[in-house]
């Protein structure tokens, strides 16, 4: 019999008090805002209940339940006062397992945002709702009980204060749609031994069905209650089954009533695996035996402390300190593990895969979920290879595993099943990106030949793993403007972002191919590198897209959105040619680029450097500009190539200062896309004054210098304890976006960048300020790129 130990002595949290300081001197999570940018927000993106790059993601939902399952923003948003229940899963594409405590009459449906007596939601109040890392409180009104979570990796935590009641209940619904979950398939719960509760549910995310046709996720649950229930029983909707204590069905779940004294506290701890119920006790077992609710809230205080806590930051402004560490909150948020404690995990096909164990039996590295990594190279990935490189190398080996059992890399997956998003597949350039920063903790043959085929095989390639356009691109040099319409009835049209993503992405993986003496290929990915120029039109400028026959889309407005360029338009997409940036300039002429540059930052300034107020992720497609979505993060970088990098410092600095914000609402934009921590991580990076446009493509990547927000900024280098980056910034103030020189270990650097390889033996980067732009420095050399051109 599967056991855990609860205490029966059971503290009373102090409730929205702050969690004082922990073992560490810095305490960082004072300065981590969960509410921030939660208006609007996605799926994965509240869940405070949780650790870094968790499996138990806790969470109050307020929009979830019967949710179309797609990418849409949902689950929690602030402007909402009733919430539904208690959701267990968060990622892309997977949800389930919600749990919501009650007293007085039966509802077992949860009833709406306008209608709140309908169903069990019960309505709260802000001021009774507290949120920080690892830790989420709230009053329901409704019912006068105190509800709180927080978790360990795998375990999900419950804590219940109830009034005085002989109805006291925990409603388990498990078969409905969840956020991004989608259509249940099954879903099947039942108690056993008077106080747990076991199950699973099975769904059909809407990604899958494209991209996966047939292949399900399943969620695997295991409840320990501390009360054993008076009553038990089952329900399809609002059809209930008293005395039922097994349900197995859709739309379905399971509850229990208690009689409760005054203040009487009911907790419950929570397996989840996506393996099997047998792994989802040995995950509880193994986490949670034991330990008491109070215990594992100041474990999980310690490690959020621990994994923020690499970057100090020192300095008096508040606003931007809270800016900085809720970014690197959600930075280690978005993407959760998958594997369990032995280390197996869920295959793409049939069966049970184990990650290798090392001389103690544990595993060598853990398995990751992940939507795709389209724009993950401007923030995401630079920031874990700087800071996170371990978490980074988990990551490329979980795709790495994948690939050796499908034979493809996959750009999204959700326990085991491909729900490739954007279609584009960017691991390659991500293994690539991890090799060339030395980050090699990981199969890198089998890497190699992986990040090959992603970038030069066409034939196999499904929706799954991505890339579906790419024979055009090897065969004709360019993906035309056609329009491609899938089994959902998406019409995809973009022939033209695609044709210069590809473009970068050969060119990564074309510099690991270099390394590893594969020259045969390193000149056809460089090749393959080169074909933006394919699709550069003379006459205009832009970036154009060009129909089958060859010739340019005749009818051609660089600002219409969506026409041959993914969530993006030309004047955005244009500037999307990373890997060589000089290319660029050569074609477009210098005075061009800078003017055209230039005016897409003065005039995006009045939008917000988005859609503006508008609340959709979508609100800046059409803009010239929009920071609220991938393909424009690397732009107000380029002065640095372009002989302006006093531009870059001042754009990088109004951005941070006017896009991002301290509210539920202005957060990242008002209500855009803060897509898995990109955004955030965007904000650190340029916080930092360092950015690599060639998102560590290069075999010998660099970083590019910006302006810095902070007065002084420790980086504690992973597994060298000797070895720190401390980043000063003199003369520091709130209109001083210029850098007038540059030291480095105090000798003076004269130019915009640096080998990334010489900031990472540590020592001291030294800033002198003023707001007053130094014309005459950063001009020695541009930043390296694919042409090597000078531009001045």
Known sequence: MKKIILLAGVILSLGSCQIEETQSDFNAIQYVDPQIGSVHGRWFFYTPAALPFGMAKLAPHTTAYESIGSWLPGGYDARHNSIEGFGHFHEFQIGGVVVMPTTGELKTVPGTLEDPDAGYRSRFDKKDEHSSPGYYNVLLED???KAELTATKRVGFHRYTFPESDSARLIFDIGHKQGESSDVIE??????????????????PEYAKFCDPGNYVKMYFVAKLSKTPDEVGTFVDSDIQV?????????????????TRQDEVVEMQVGLSYTSIDNAWLNLETEATGLTFDEVREDAAREWNSMLGRIQVEDENVENKTKFYTGLYHALLGRGIASDVNGQYKLNGEGIGQIPLDQQGQPLYKHINTDGFWGGFWNLSQLWALVYPEYLAQYVQSNIDFYKETGWLHDGEAAGVYTNGVQTNFQGLLIASAYN??????????????????EIE???RTLGNGKYDLHYFVRNGYVPYKDTTISNGWVFNFGASHTLEYAFSSYAVAQMARQLGKEDDHQKLMTQAGYWQNIFDPETKFIRPKLPNGEFLKSFDP?????????GNAWQFTWFVPHDVGGLMDQTGKDLFNERLEKTLTESRRSLFGGGREIDSFSGVEKLYNHGNQPCLHQSWLFNYSGKPWLTQKWTRIIRGEFYGT?????????????????????VMAALGLFDVQGHAS???????????????????????????????LNNGPDNYYTQQLRFNGKPLEECWIDRGELMKGGTLSFTMDSVPNQEWGLKTPPPSMSMAKHW
């Open 437 to 454: 920063c030395g980050i090699r903790d990981f199969d890198v043959e089998t890497g190699y030949q992986a990040a090959l085929k992603n």
């Open 559 to 567: 600002m219409k959105g969506w026409d041959g360029f993914q969530e």
């Open 187 to 204: 879903a099947y719960a039942s108690l056993e031994n008077e106080d747990e509760v076991v199950g699973y549910v099975e769904t059909y």
């Open 699 to 729: 075999a010998t990547p660099t970083f590019q210098f910006g302006s810095p927000q902070f007065d002084k900024v420790t980086i504690d280098f992973t597994g060298d304890s000797e070895r720190k980056l401390v980043i000063k910034t």
């Open 663 to 683: 509210e539920p609402l202005h957060g990242y934009g008002f209500g855009q896309d803060e897509d898995q921590g990109q955004l955030g991580a965007w904000y």
């Open 458 to 460: 066409y034939k196999g």
């Open 143 to 145: 019912y006068n009980i």
């Open 243 to 259: 005395g039922q204590s097994q349900t197995k069905a859709t739309r379905n779940g399971l509850y229990l009533t208690f009689s």
